[in-house]
């Protein structure tokens, strides 16, 4: 078992092994061309008297509001409906959305209802961060969880089912608010580095340069600023296309995740090790108690008592090591520290320790 979860470590570090080349669409985004949140305040009815109680004023007040718009007239402290529950809905509005698409919302229990199962949303509407109306949601709420039993006695709850989601359960009744300048373009790095800013650029200059002229400058080490060469002056989106299919061999820190929970360990293989010497060892200590029934002899006035015995023991296994040469990599190392039988967390000790003794060049990251 722990050969094989050093092996799959091992794995990780030869996929990580070199840089690939990455099209630009995974690597860059247009600025101005982005995702936008749209969140709503909304009913769901139909519930199986697991909505809100009599504790949630806000609840009754919204029904008594929507009941007076249809003409209804209900004063919200004579009603005591346990069939609805106030939720929050939110929904994401991807960029260059139209009027009529659908959109995938969320909905999210915000008074004291115990289960949305079942339940319908009434007509929502979804506004943006600048008060407008982008979207308006309706339908039925399907939760990833459920409760069975009964309320006064066991019950079993599995997920949450406060909240759900509908899917395509919002209309786009609004464009969405990105835009695509016709001027000089700016693309953001994901990831800012100024290695990999300067090597988006040189590609796309190589790409489009004509008679020695640059139409791409690295502005920072996470801005690169373009401007449409003569022949895309009207073509904004056909250039953009053929710069997204680009490729680029990004670049940035090495880094080491470890995550010491789960004894997961991510590298990569190219990490420099500098020459030094591992002496890694183990010391266990176990405390075991046991308990001995004390039995009397028979026609004897003795009570039978339970006496614990108390027994300790300490092994500390012979110390094992390692010696790194010049030019040696964390692949060689773990490699070498399999071979030897340590285990995730033997060699997560290791990594943290050569990274104290400035013998590893790289970024440590626990998590």
């Known amino acids: 078992m722990r050969r094989n979860k050093l092996l799959m470590i091992a794995l990780a570090a030869a996929m990580l092994a070199g840089a690939t080349p990455v099209r630009l669409k995974e690597l860059v985004s247009i600025?101005?061309?982005?995702?936008?949140?749209?969140?709503?305040?909304?009913?769901?009815?139909?519930?199986?008297?697991?909505?809100?109680?009599?504790?949630?004023?806000?609840?009754?007040?919204?029904?008594?509001?929507?009941?007076?718009?249809?003409?209804?007239?209900?004063?919200?402290?004579?009603?005591?409906?346990?069939?609805?529950?106030?939720?929050?809905?939110t929904a994401t509005l991807p960029p260059f959305a139209q009027p009529g698409g659908k959109l995938d919302v969320q909905v999210a229990a915000v008074g004291d209802a115990s289960n949305l199962q079942g339940g319908l949303l009434v007509l929502t509407p979804l506004k943006g961060a600048d008060a407008s109306v982008y979207a308006v949601a309706q339908g039925a709420v399907v939760t990833g969880g459920f409760v069975a039993g009964r309320s006064s006695g066991n019950n079993l709850t599995v997920n949450h089912p406060t909240a759900g989601r509908i899917m395509s359960g919002a209309i786009v009744e609004r464009a969405s608010p990105s835009v695509i300048?016709?001027?000089?373009l700016r693309l953001q790095l994901n990831r800012a580095d100024f290695s990999t800013a300067c090597h988006v650029a040189d590609?796309?200059?190589?790409?489009?340069?004509?008679?020695?002229?640059?139409?791409?400058?690295?502005?920072?080490?996470?801005?690169?600023?373009?401007?449409?060469?003569?022949?895309?002056?009207d073509q904004t989106v056909q250039f953009i296309s053929e710069i997204e299919s680009l490729t680029v061999e990004p670049d940035g820190p090495?880094?080491?995740?470890?995550?010491?929970?789960?004894?997961?360990?991510?590298?990569?293989?190219?990490?420099?090790?500098?020459?030094?010497?591992?002496?890694h060892g183990s010391l266990s200590v176990e405390i075991r108690t046991?308990?001995?029934?004390?039995?009397?002899?028979?026609?004897?006035?003795?009570?039978?008592?339970?006496?614990?015995?108390?027994?300790?023991?300490?092994?500390?296994?012979?110390?094992?090591?390692?010696?790194?040469?010049?030019?040696?990599?964390?692949?060689?190392?773990?490699?070498?520290?399999?071979?030897?039988?340590s285990t995730p967390r033997d060699v997560i000790a290791v990594l943290q320790n050569l990274k104290a003794a400035g013998a590893l060049d790289a970024d440590v990251e626990v998590i």
């Open 31 to 89: 600025e101005g061309v982005r995702d936008n949140q749209l969140v709503g305040y909304g009913l769901v009815v139909g519930l199986n008297g697991t909505g809100d109680k009599r504790q949630t004023y806000f609840s009754a007040q919204t029904l008594a509001n929507l009941l007076d718009r249809m003409g209804v007239q209900v004063s919200p402290t004579a009603m005591l409906v346990r069939n609805m529950a106030a939720v929050i809905v």
């Open 181 to 184: 300048t016709t001027g000089s």
């Open 290 to 341: 046991t308990f001995d029934v004390s039995q009397p002899a028979p026609l004897s006035e003795g009570k039978t008592t339970v006496v614990p015995q108390v027994a300790g023991s300490a092994k500390e296994d012979a110390a094992k090591s390692l010696t790194m040469k010049e030019g040696a990599t964390v692949e060689d190392l773990v490699k070498a520290l399999t071979a030897i039988g």
């Open 203 to 233: 590609t796309i200059n190589r790409k489009f340069t004509e008679g020695g002229g640059k139409i791409a400058k690295a502005e920072s080490a996470g801005a690169i600023v373009v401007t449409p060469p003569p022949g895309y002056a």
């Open 254 to 279: 090495q880094r080491i995740v470890v995550n010491e929970k789960t004894g997961t360990i991510v590298l990569g293989k190219q990490v420099r090790i500098r020459p030094v010497a591992i002496l």
